[in-house]
């Protein structure tokens, strides 16, 4: 994924394509949505204009299955250049890691994990909004979506052992079972779909490794193409706020979150005159100075809780930082 949500146009028009199909025009969802028409010619869009756009579009055609309709009949021209790659899989679940691998060139407002079962695996869907809540439609679409694109793939009427939304049923059932033909069930703990093992792992008649090679080499392309336009700095420093209570975070986490590898990453701050020593120092900082002057939290669990096994060397960074004490810092604070 990436570190700032962004989503491709070829999922922009799904949402707007869908609602055409309802008979609701582009200009009215736009405007409902409050975003300029300019906006289409953008070639991606961030996290929340899409939630605005599913907003609009389900209050526009007045569907409460709009997201269940709009993901059943996504095709290839949803998946844009990641669809070449899905043709040439050699099975269904290698077509489904594929997808994990380049989702950012579709849309990075979430991750696909795949939880393996003896006779059966969870494809489980984390959405990641950004300030805006997701439309519930949202995550139905892309639960339909795999459905969809399961049966495309596959040239197959493959058919869920189950599905489950984390969310609470916002439409007729006898929409989610003609969607799906099989048992839905809401509010659960995760939202995904349970596929058998043997659908997933049965080989694939279009599967070509050289066609899928020449196709990794372009999606590839595009995503280090699609990472190299955005300054890195802003998105570093704000991953690295993100993850550093979770424990001290690593160069090689950040490229994984980047979708990067560890040299492209290291080449491209390089580049951008970038030290990821230096941001994960800022960031401590920031955090600790945030911390000893606004909370009661012991001196020593604050900076434990920013990766310093010692209180001396969280000590001495606060020094190097402030030119002072933890201590001195709270009571100048208070003061």
């Known amino acids: 994924m990436t570190l700032q949500a962004t989503v491709s146009m070829s999922w922009v028009n799904t949402v707007l394509a869908a609602a055409q199909r309802q008979g609701v025009e582009r200009a009215q969802v736009l405007a409902v949505a409050g975003i300029a028409p300019e906006e289409l010619q953008a070639e991606r869009w961030p996290i929340d204009h899409i939630t605005r756009l599913w907003r609009a579009a389900a209050q526009c055609t007045q569907d409460a299955s709009f ?73 139905e679409a892309v639960l339909a979506a795999v ?55 049965a080989p694939l008649p279009q599967a070509d490794a050289q066609l899928a090679q020449m196709h990794h080499q372009y999606a590839q392309a595009r995503l280090q193409a699609l990472s190299s336009a955005e300054p890195l700095a802003p998105q570093l420093r704000a991953w690295i706020v993100r993850r550093l209570p979770l424990g001290l975070p690593t160069r090689v986490q950040a490229a994984q979150a980047l979708g990067l590898s560890e040299r492209t990453l290291a080449r491209r701050m390089q580049a951008q005159g970038l030290s990821f020593s230096a941001l994960l120092d800022e960031a401590r900082r920031d955090a600790a100075l945030h911390a000893v002057a606004h909370t009661d939290r012991a001196l020593g669990d604050i900076g434990q809780s920013l990766g310093f096994a010692e209180p001396s060397t969280f000590w001495r960074a606060f020094r190097r930082w402030t030119g002072g004490t933890p201590q001195a810092w709270r009571s100048l604070a208070q003061a």
């Open 147 to 201: 459905v969809a694109f399961a049966r495309w793939v596959t040239a197959q009427p493959v058919v869920p052992q189950r599905v489950q939304f984390s969310q609470a049923q916002i439409g007729p059932l006898v929409v989610y079972r003609e969607v799906f033909a099989c048992p839905v069930e809401f509010e659960q703990a995760f939202s995904g779909v349970l596929l058998d093992n043997a659908v997933l792992d």
């Open 67 to 139: 997201g269940l309709r709009a993901g059943a009949v996504v095709g290839p021209a949803s998946f844009n250049v990641v669809s070449f790659l899905l043709q040439s899989a050699p099975s269904l679940r290698a077509a489904i890691a594929l997808v994990q691998q380049y989702q950012r060139l579709i849309s990075d407002g979430g991750r696909f994990q795949m939880i393996a079962g003896e006779s059966a695996s969870w494809v489980v869907y984390h959405p990641r909004q950004g300030a805006l809540a997701f439309s519930p439609h949202q995550i």
